[in-house]
């Protein structure tokens, strides 16, 4: 199945997700338990305080571990793998450890230690992020403007590119009410990050952040994990370097979310308890479908669309039944109007993309051919039939 998981970043957090999802999956507490000994504080006592939760120290590493906890859970139900991954911000390291790069412990560290010095460098400092509407095509004007109101230790620009029109700024040492006033014509909106990220103005952290992020082993990508500032799948020669370049550099998530697309992906699951991704993919991948697994109505429409999958892996048997009954000696003997009938299935099911959803209503003609077509055997069916047939889920009568 071509499908892409993803994976949401920072943004406000409530303590019921945490409460329904350890009651959906008590081995999170698990989970919580392999957390506190990277962190080194009880995370259960700060998921379950609205107070703490959506603070500036813990809200990266509680979105990390939610997303992680959302993601194995319904790693026990999903039967398809994907054919790439990407995260929004933050969720590039839920990634990261979903594509079996980093372990969910090294992560974490990774996570923690980053929190832990962009907190150190914007100490004292009054800056944050602010999402603006600006047309793609005057994006340069809005760069222009950032330019103008960056220097003298005072930073502005756009750090994250969300969609055609949707533009994340990240600004230093101006105050809210401030540069929310440069930025009126663009209909400015503080978000509940409150530090300068994917911007020059954490320039200062690059070094000691990367010398972290170096003595981490990094294995082989499982699946292909598309980078926030590139957004091409990454290497594994430069998926050290890359993390630094997220903390410091533009990134485009436009382009990132269209790389899959490009690549005939059109279901996208996301494992986030925020509804960024699914909005900006409605956005930028027309006829894209987003399965946002967070609460019992998404649970739903997920077992729908497991059935969906299910059905999707009864067409490729299908398609291996028959091609292997049309190839038999005894196919002569079944006549010319079963022969014709099972040649024009052949043809309809190999028009069909391989995600595409079978129509059950083929599904059942072509399982009545192939009990006609087993009748004429008498006796002599193929043994590799009856296995698939087995598979295939179909009643075998001889």
Excluded at 252 to 270: L, T
Excluded at 341 to 357: A, G, M, P, R, T
């Amino acid at each position: 199945m071509n499908v892409a998981y993803c994976f949401d970043g920072q943004g406000k957090q409530s303590e019921n997700m945490f409460k329904e999802l350890v009651n959906l999956y008590p081995r999170a507490n698990k989970w919580l338990a392999r957390a506190n000994e990277v962190v080194g504080y009880d995370l259960k006592n700060i998921l379950s305080s609205k107070e703490h939760i959506n603070s500036f120290r813990y809200m990266p590493i509680v979105v990390f571990v939610l997303n992680h906890l959302i993601y194995q859970y319904y790693q026990e139900y999903l039967e398809f793998k994907p054919s790439y991954l990407f995260g929004h911000s933050l969720g590039h390291y839920n990634a990261l450890v979903s594509a079996e790069i980093l372990s969910f412990e090294q992560a974490l560290s990774l996570v923690a230690f980053r929190t832990q010095l962009v907190q150190k460098a914007v100490e004292g400092h009054s800056c944050g992020m602010l999402h603006v509407k600006c047309p793609y095509s005057n994006l340069s004007s809005l760069e222009a403007l950032c330019e103008t109101l960056s220097g003298s230790n005072r930073y502005v620009g756009v750090s994250i590119i969300n969609s055609q029109e949707d533009i994340i700024i990240s600004y230093d040492n101006y105050t809210r009410e401030e540069i929310c006033s440069y930025l009126k014509d663009y209909k400015a909106v503080p978000i509940a990050v409150a530090a300068p990220y994917h911007s020059p103005a954490l320039n200062p952290v690059c070094s000691e952040f990367y010398s972290y992020v170096d003595r981490v082993t990094f294995l082989p990508s499982k699946v292909p994990i598309i980078s926030n500032v590139t957004a091409l799948p990454l290497g594994q020669e430069n998926m050290k370097y890359d993390l630094v370049r997220h903390l410091t550099e533009k990134i485009d998530m436009r382009r990132c979310m269209n790389y899959p697309y490009s690549q005939g992906v059109r279901m996208y699951f996301q494992f986030s308890s925020t509804r960024v991704l699914p909005e900006q993919l409605s956005k930028n991948c027309p006829n894209s479908r987003c399965y946002q697994i967070i609460n019992s109505d998404d649970f739903e429409k997920f077992r729908s669309y497991n059935i969906e999958s299910l059905q999707h892996r009864r067409l490729l048997l299908c398609k291996e039944m028959l091609g292997r009954t049309v190839t038999m000696a005894e196919i002569p003997t079944f006549g010319t109007e079963l022969s014709n009938e099972l040649q024009f299935y052949i043809k309809e099911f190999q028009n069909l993309h391989d995600d595409s959803l079978i129509d059950m209503q083929k599904l059942k003609q072509v399982t009545s051919l192939f009990q006609m077509a087993l009748s004429h055997l008498k006796g002599n069916t193929d043994s590799v039939i009856k296995e698939i047939y087995h598979k295939f889920g179909i009643p075998f009568h001889n």
